[in-house]
């Protein structure tokens, strides 16, 4: 499954339009590396996604979607804010 249908799949973005610029904008490392939208995505990669001041870490689960489970494993989630 390309990461760009991966990233709409997995909920982590709603449409496949954005995850596709996320991916042309290098906002999305798999493995720490830049990739293109027609990656194909792996079991076990390691993805890194960068939304606003938030930065998501995840592994690939699964490659099927289900209501139920999740297709990732949340790793991190950090906000990259300035506290006042």
């Known amino acids: 499954m390309r990461i760009d249908l991966y990233l709409k799949e997995a909920r982590l973005i709603k449409r ?3 995850s ?12 720490d590396s830049i990739v293109k939208p027609s990656y194909k995505v792996k079991v ?5 996604l960068t939304l606003g001041l938030k930065e998501i870490t995840v592994i690939v689960t699964s490659l099927k979607p289900h209501k139920e489970k999740l297709m990732y494993e949340l ?9 006042k």
């Open 16 to 18: 496949r339009k954005i």
């Open 20 to 31: 596709r610029e996320a991916v042309l904008n290098e906002l999305v490392l798999i493995n």
């Open 44 to 48: 076990n990669d390691k993805i890194k």
């Open 75 to 83: 790793i991190s989630e950090e906000f990259k804010g300035q506290r």
